[in-house]
């Protein structure tokens, strides 16, 4: 509301405009803000010596972005001194936005000053200078840029001829053709992104010698480049050059050539009669709608063993026509069924609901696929099943059980799975806890305590740490529980935790372990341990005490490594 | 949501232009193309299937020809594009579905909404957009009733999809879905429409969500601008853990800002903080009240390294000359990794920073660094 108010103001007689520069010096930022925007909007010079005053106040990094647009996009001369300050005392992303803006503002005696930063600075100045430049004086960037690529320092080499490349002038190929012929790695492979970004078959030939070369790092960005020129010779280039590269890396590239699928597709159905057919030319079979290669494919499948990953992809990825078929056909070994019901699950296909129920029937050892492709498609017919699995006497099952039940809605599900909390299973008790906690969050912290408390000796060690991950209100009381348990693990395993925690809470807890007399040295040193790393006030006022029960790490010692 | 159907011809011109000019396939879909077009009033209710015939998968026409057809906008230009959506590559499927949105009315609605039904985990998302697309109030009621389904898939896209409408009933739904056993869509949808009736579930969600949905609870309630200030300031009270999430959001207004700037200066001041949010948020902010907070954690050695980073990270000047007054401190280990921290990140600024430094021992990072900033020699190039 303010906003418009004094935009409006801004635009009006001097008295209005007079109460909008009197804002700008008042005590409410947010109003200050918006008073310089207005007069900026009004393009008003009083706007321009109010920024140069507000920008150090503004301590939101988002509203100071659109003010340095703002000063950037206004392209008024007096704006230059308030980004030029920005340029010196910003913190980074301000600062290097600041760079950006000068260029916008289009005021000529700014190059020098981005000129500058092409010379000394980060990458990321050089970056947004140059950038900056192109828009300020594009011909004075392109030599000022020439230049530096005509230097001796590698680094800014590179950043000058990334600035270059995106100049689009006129002597751009015989730039790059030049670096290409430098060798210099780097460069070389600015260059190649460029030709695979805008393809040039003028190139043709520097690029089948980069990619039958040595040099792995620019052999497969040049075929990825060759692959995109649609000369026959360049596609053949990029068949002999891709011999050597593992198959699927070799048929990801072919590919990118649109012209190489139909010969591709052909190449596949060849490899059908092959002694050794690859998993990746069945999936690409699969994916292919065309009768042709659906034939192809279930010609091959019917007459080969796989093992039940590949059947189950091929399921996944297939046609539904054919997977009615695979499926009517019925599997008859063991891989075969176990990929099928993996692949209707990964498929999620009602259509194939019926086939699933009658696996869950069917053949014990598909059971639980079947009942987890079943859940996913929210089938309510599994639900007796799922109680059964909650309800089995492995443990692995009763995990599955949850997992499968924490995707239900019905209120049942939330009965099972609190029954779940309590199983005797540390595993499959804190799945079911964790699943709960923001369900029924009570109900989890007392049965999180019983579980710790209820377990033998030998256990607890385990339950705390499947259970110390629940949300910090709910574990803090497990692990207090823990901080005084008789088992030395136990504790200690709570005094680490509580250190991870941070915070003068943590601190406390363990100053009062490290000043119980009646613990154990261990269970004492490890808190003397975790306190000293923790730090803070009471860390220093009982440095002594902590000093006289742990040593200080003495690899602790500083290792200055800035890069 | 109405279809945009014209009455004049000017679309079909196009499509028969564009027809023509790809193929005699195409041809055959131009000749479908009729000049009578339905009234806006009156969708298609009936189904004419029987009396169309569908492309082959071979005649199938390519994107900008579906966007003909959805130009077009008659019964049998609809016809066409439930053909391509049931047969066309996933692309094509994918537009066309968009296409059949855009006719609209009872048959395209009935077609979408049997698909969904039917559809495989991977073409939900598709149909659901196409659903919401759409955009009645029956095809937002066949939503609302997926995002009640006890298939997971379903439910998901079906809220991605509910998410993109902002329609009295569909604001209601989210209300109610913020109690589902998964709110998290629902919490998401209020990150991006201001409801003062959420803001009670959304603080209870905060509070009570696992670490996920407390996350974008939070931005939820941040996005509800002033009028959830009560409840960011109680729950920034509650603990740390929900502290660390509110640190992480992004404080819609300069109050909620300032908030979180005194909750981490004090859990600054309070120690026992090695490193974490607190320290993110002020390297983050602005104020100089966070860098003085950052300056005096560098003086705890628990705390010293995450408040130096964050100080050389901010990069201001301001903070570089706080760097370089501790890298001259009389405690030794702080100046050393201040002077260190001064390196770690060098610009032009930090320039004379740079210079200046003569520790006997960072001689050669200080060498490295001002090579990084091309002034190994003081000179330009």
Same mark, same amino acid.
């Given at each position: 509301?303010?906003?418009?108010?004094?935009?409006?103001?801004?635009?009006?007689?001097?008295?209005?405009?007079?109460?909008?520069?009197?804002?700008?010096?008042?005590?409410?930022?947010?109003?200050?803000?918006?008073?310089?925007?207005?007069?900026?909007?009004?393009?008003?010079?009083?706007?321009?010596?109010?920024?140069?005053?507000?920008?150090?106040?503004?301590?939101?990094?988002?509203?100071?972005?659109?003010?340095?647009?703002?000063?950037?996009?206004?392209?008024?001369?007096?704006?230059?001194?308030?980004?030029?300050?920005? *340029?010196?005392?910003?913190?980074?992303?301000?600062?290097?936005?600041?760079?950006?803006?000068?260029?916008?503002?289009?005021?000529?005696?700014?190059?020098?000053?981005? %000129?500058?930063?092409?010379?000394?600075?980060?990458?990321?100045?050089?970056?947004?200078?140059?950038?900056?430049?192109?828009?300020?004086?594009?011909?004075?960037?392109?030599?000022?840029?020439?230049?530096?690529?005509?230097?001796?320092?590698?680094?800014?080499?590179?950043?000058?001829?990334?600035?270059?490349?995106?100049? #689009?002038?006129?002597?751009?190929?015989?730039?790059?053709?030049?670096?290409?012929?430098?060798?210099?790695?780097? =460069?070389?492979?600015?260059? *190649?992104?460029?030709?695979?970004?805008?393809?040039?078959?003028?190139?043709?030939?520097?690029?089948?010698?980069?990619?039958?070369? #040595? #040099?792995?790092?620019?052999?497969?960005?040049?075929?990825?480049?060759?692959?995109?020129?649609?000369?026959?010779?360049? =596609?053949?280039?990029?068949?002999?050059?891709?011999?050597?590269?593992?198959?699927?890396?070799?048929?990801?590239?072919?590919? *990118?050539?649109?012209?190489?699928?139909?010969?591709?597709?052909?190449?596949?159905?060849?490899?059908?009669?092959?002694?050794?057919?690859?998993?990746?030319?069945?999936? %690409?079979?699969?994916?292919?709608?065309?009768?042709?290669?659906?034939?192809?494919?279930?010609?091959?499948?019917?007459?080969?063993?796989?093992?039940?990953?590949?059947?189950?992809?091929?399921?996944?990825?297939?046609?539904?026509?054919?997977?009615?078929?695979?499926?009517?056909?019925?599997?008859?070994?063991?891989?075969?069924? %176990?990929?099928?019901?993996?692949?209707?699950?990964?498929?999620?296909?009602?259509?194939?609901?019926?086939?699933?129920?009658?696996?869950?029937?069917?053949?014990?050892?598909?059971?639980?696929?079947?009942?987890?492709?079943?859940?996913?498609?929210?089938?309510?017919?599994?639900?007796?099943?799922?109680?059964?699995?909650?309800?089995?006497?492995?443990?692995?099952?009763?995990?599955?059980?949850?997992?499968?039940?924490?995707?239900?809605?019905?209120?049942?599900?939330?009965? %099972?799975?609190?029954?779940?909390?309590?199983?005797?299973?540390?595993?499959?008790?804190?799945?079911?806890?964790?699943?709960?906690?923001?369900?029924?969050?009570?109900?989890?912290?007392?049965?999180?305590?019983?579980?710790?408390?209820?377990?033998?000796?030998?256990?607890?060690?385990?339950?705390?740490?499947?259970?110390?991950?629940?949300?910090?209100?709910?574990?803090?009381?497990?692990?207090?529980?823990?901080?005084?348990?008789?088992?030395?693990?136990?504790?200690?395993?709570?005094?680490?935790?509580?250190?991870?925690?941070?915070?003068?809470?943590?601190?406390?807890?363990?100053?009062?372990?490290?000043?119980?007399?009646?613990?154990?040295?261990?269970?004492?040193?490890?808190?003397?341990?975790? *306190?000293?790393?923790?730090?803070?006030?009471?860390?220093?006022?009982?440095?002594?005490?902590? #000093?006289?029960?742990?040593?200080?790490?003495?690899?602790?010692?500083?290792?200055?490594?800035?890069? | 949501?109405?279809?945009?159907?014209?009455?004049?011809?000017?679309?079909?011109?196009?499509?028969?232009?564009?027809?023509?000019?790809?193929?005699?396939?195409?041809?055959?879909?131009?000749?479908?193309?009729?000049?009578?077009?339905?009234?806006?009033?009156?969708?298609?209710?009936?189904?004419?299937?029987?009396?169309?015939?569908?492309?082959?998968?071979?005649?199938?026409?390519?994107?900008?020809? $579906?966007?003909?057809?959805?130009?077009?906008?008659?019964?049998?230009?609809?016809?066409?594009?439930?053909?391509?959506?049931?047969?066309?590559?996933?692309?094509?499927?994918?537009?066309?579905?968009?296409?059949?949105?855009?006719?609209?009315?009872?048959?395209?609605?009935?077609?979408?909404?049997?698909?969904?039904?039917?559809?495989?985990?991977?073409?939900?998302?598709?149909?659901?957009?196409?659903?919401?697309?759409?955009?009645? @109030?029956?095809?937002?009621?066949?939503?609302?009733?997926?995002?009640?389904?006890?298939?997971?898939?379903?439910?998901?896209?079906?809220?991605?999809?509910?998410?993109?409408?902002?329609?009295?009933?569909?604001?209601?739904?989210?209300?109610?879905?913020?109690?589902? $056993?998964?709110?998290?869509?629902?919490?998401?949808?209020?990150?991006?429409? +201001?409801?003062?009736?959420?803001?009670?579930?959304?603080?209870?969600?905060?509070?009570?969500?696992?670490?996920?949905?407390?996350?974008?609870?939070?931005? @939820?309630?941040?996005?509800?601008?002033?009028?959830?200030?009560?409840?960011?300031?109680?729950?920034?009270?509650?603990?740390?853990?929900?502290?660390?999430?509110?640190?992480?959001?992004?404080?819609?207004?300069?109050?909620?800002?300032?908030?979180?700037?005194?909750?981490?200066?004090?859990?600054?001041?309070?120690?026992?903080? +090695?490193?974490?949010?607190?320290?993110?948020?002020?390297?983050?902010?602005?104020?100089?009240?966070?860098?003085?907070?950052? $300056?005096?954690? @560098?003086?705890?050695?628990?705390?010293?390294?995450?408040?130096?980073?964050?100080?050389?990270?901010?990069?201001?000047?301001?903070?570089?000359?706080?760097?370089?007054?501790?890298?001259?401190? $009389?405690?030794?280990?702080?100046?050393?990794?201040?002077?260190?921290?001064?390196?770690?990140?060098?610009?032009?600024?930090?320039?004379?920073?740079?210079?200046?430094?003569?520790?006997?021992?960072?001689?050669?990072?200080?060498? @490295?660094?001002?090579?990084?900033?091309?002034?190994?020699?003081?000179?330009?190039?």
């Amino acid at each position: 509301m303010h906003r418009s108010a004094l935009e409006a103001l801004a635009t009006r007689d001097e008295t209005a405009r007079a109460l909008v520069v009197e804002v700008t010096h008042g005590e409410d930022l947010e109003l200050r803000i918006s008073a310089v925007r207005a007069l900026l909007k009004a393009e008003r010079g009083e706007g321009y010596a109010a920024a140069v005053l507000v920008l150090p106040q503004i301590e939101d990094p988002e509203t100071l972005s659109s003010l340095i647009d703002a000063l950037g996009e206004s392209h008024d001369p007096r704006a230059l001194s308030a980004l030029e300050a920005l *340029l010196d005392s910003a913190e980074r992303d301000a600062h290097l936005h600041a760079i950006g803006a000068l260029g916008e503002l289009g005021v000529a005696s700014a190059a020098t000053r981005l %000129e500058g930063l092409l010379q000394v600075g980060s990458s990321e100045e050089f970056s947004a200078a140059a950038e900056a430049l192109k828009k300020l004086t594009p011909m004075g960037a392109a030599a000022k840029l020439r230049a530096v690529l005509g230097s001796e320092n590698s680094e800014r080499q590179e950043l000058a001829l990334s600035a270059l490349l995106s100049l #689009d002038l006129p002597d751009s190929s015989s730039i790059m053709r030049e670096q290409l012929r430098s060798g210099d790695r780097g =460069r070389v492979s600015l260059v *190649l992104r460029q030709l695979i970004n805008s393809p040039d078959p003028s190139f043709e030939s520097e690029l089948i010698a980069i990619a039958e070369g #040595d #040099d792995r790092r620019t052999r497969i960005p040049a075929m990825q480049a060759l692959s995109k020129l649609s000369t026959a010779s360049a =596609r053949d280039a990029l068949e002999r050059a891709t011999l050597s590269l593992p198959e699927t890396l070799a048929q990801r590239l072919l590919d *990118l050539n649109p012209e190489h699928a139909e010969r591709a597709r052909e190449q596949r159905l060849t490899a059908l009669a092959q002694e050794v057919v690859q998993p990746s030319t069945l999936l %690409e079979l699969a994916r292919d709608p065309s009768d042709e290669a659906q034939q192809a494919l279930l010609g091959y499948l019917e007459s080969h063993e796989l093992p039940a990953g590949v059947w189950a992809s091929v399921v996944e990825f297939a046609p539904s026509s054919t997977v009615q078929r695979i499926v009517g056909r019925g599997a008859s070994e063991a891989g075969a069924k %176990e990929g099928l019901v993996e692949g209707l699950g990964r498929r999620g296909d009602p259509k194939f609901a019926s086939a699933l129920r009658a696996d869950l029937r069917g053949d014990p050892s598909l059971r639980k696929g079947a009942i987890s492709a079943l859940v996913a498609l929210g089938d309510d017919s599994v639900f007796g099943e799922l109680r059964e699995l909650a309800q089995s006497g492995d443990s692995a099952e009763r995990d599955l059980a949850v997992r499968l039940l924490s995707t239900r809605p019905e209120p049942e599900a939330a009965q %099972e799975l609190e029954h779940l909390a309590s199983d005797p299973d540390a595993q499959v008790m804190s799945s079911a806890l964790h699943t709960l906690q923001s369900r029924s969050p009570e109900l989890v912290g007392r049965l999180a305590l019983r579980a710790l408390r209820e377990a033998a000796p030998e256990d607890r060690a385990n339950v705390l740490s499947s259970l110390s991950d629940l949300k910090a209100s709910l574990s803090r009381p497990l692990l207090e529980l823990a901080l005084g348990d008789a088992n030395d693990s136990v504790a200690v395993q709570a005094i680490q935790t509580f250190g991870n925690i941070q915070g003068p809470a943590s601190a406390q807890r363990l100053l009062a372990v490290v000043n119980d007399a009646s613990r154990s040295e261990e269970v004492r040193r490890e808190a003397a341990s975790g *306190l000293r790393t923790l730090g803070g006030p009471l860390a220093q006022a009982n440095r002594a005490l902590l #000093d006289s029960l742990s040593e200080p790490d003495a690899a602790g010692e500083f290792v200055c490594n800035p890069n | 949501m109405q279809s945009q159907l014209k009455t004049a011809t000017p679309a079909v011109l196009v499509w028969r232009a564009l027809a023509l000019a790809s193929s005699a396939s195409a041809l055959t879909l131009a000749l479908w193309a009729k000049p009578a077009k339905l009234h806006p009033a009156a969708p298609h209710s009936t189904a004419p299937v029987a009396a169309t015939q569908a492309p082959s998968v071979s005649d199938l026409p390519p994107l900008p020809q $579906v966007n003909a057809l959805r130009d077009n906008g008659d019964v049998a230009a609809l016809e066409a594009l439930i053909a391509i959506a049931n047969r066309g590559e996933p692309k094509l499927a994918s537009a066309a579905l968009q296409s059949i949105a855009q006719i609209g009315g009872d048959r395209a609605r009935e077609f979408l909404a049997r698909r969904f039904a039917a559809a495989t985990d991977a073409e939900l998302p598709d149909l659901a957009l196409a659903l919401a697309a759409l955009g009645d @109030a029956a095809a937002r009621a066949l939503l609302t009733n997926a995002a009640r389904s006890k298939r997971p898939m379903a439910r998901s896209a079906a809220f991605e999809a509910l998410s993109t409408l902002d329609t009295a009933d569909v604001r209601e739904f989210m209300l109610q879905a913020l109690s589902f $056993v998964e709110p998290a869509f629902a919490i998401g949808y209020f990150s991006n429409c +201001r409801e003062p009736r959420a803001l009670p579930a959304l603080e209870r969600l905060a509070r009570s969500g696992d670490s996920a949905q407390q996350r974008t609870a939070i931005d @939820a309630l941040f996005a509800q601008g002033d009028s959830a200030q009560p409840a960011l300031l109680r729950l920034l009270r509650e603990d740390d853990e929900l502290c660390d999430s509110m640190l992480q959001g992004q404080p819609s207004t300069p109050l909620a800002r300032q908030a979180l700037r005194r909750a981490s200066i004090e859990r600054l001041r309070a120690g026992a903080l +090695r490193g974490g949010w607190a320290y993110e948020f002020l390297q983050r902010d602005l104020s100089s009240e966070a860098r003085e907070a950052l $300056v005096l954690a @560098a003086r705890d050695p628990a705390s010293r390294e995450s408040a130096l980073n964050a100080l050389s990270a901010r990069g201001d000047i301001d903070s570089l000359r706080s760097l370089s007054t501790l890298a001259n401190d $009389v405690e030794q280990g702080l100046a050393q990794q201040a002077a260190c921290a001064l390196l770690s990140q060098p610009d032009s600024r930090s320039r004379p920073f740079l210079l200046r430094s003569n520790r006997a021992n960072l001689t050669s990072e200080a060498a @490295a660094a001002l090579a990084r900033i091309n002034a190994s020699s003081g000179r330009p190039i």
